[in-house]
């Protein structure tokens, strides 16, 4: 068939590739404590998540932290979320 009628014959992309990664950012609020980075750096590297930024601020008891995450999609990063939402102290973790 190739031969035959190769002008018929159209290339397919059936899909990304399983390694292929997306920056994501994401916010999260918590009550300010000491280890709490730690914690949250915790969770990325069990579930294999790449940081590839960070900036946290602390006032008045309270953080805020932005990360940029590489994840596989979107599945991944929901559960990834609501990982970091069981950290004690963390008020809320969402996509910025």
Do not use: C, Y
């Not at 002008?7 to 397919?12: K, M, Q």
């Amino acid at each position: 068939m190739r031969e035959r009628q190769s002008e018929r014959l159209i290339t397919a992309d059936w899909g990304r590739p399983r390694d292929e990664v997306f920056p994501v950012d994401v916010v999260v609020e918590s009550m300010d404590r000491q280890g709490l980075l730690r914690d949250i750096s915790e969770v990325f590297s069990r579930e294999k998540i790449n940081v590839t930024a960070v900036n946290t601020l602390s006032k008045n008891l309270q953080a805020r932290m932005a990360f940029t995450l590489e994840v596989h999609g979107l599945d991944e990063l929901k559960r990834t979320l609501a990982l970091v939402r069981d950290v004690p102290g963390v008020l809320s973790a969402s996509r910025r």
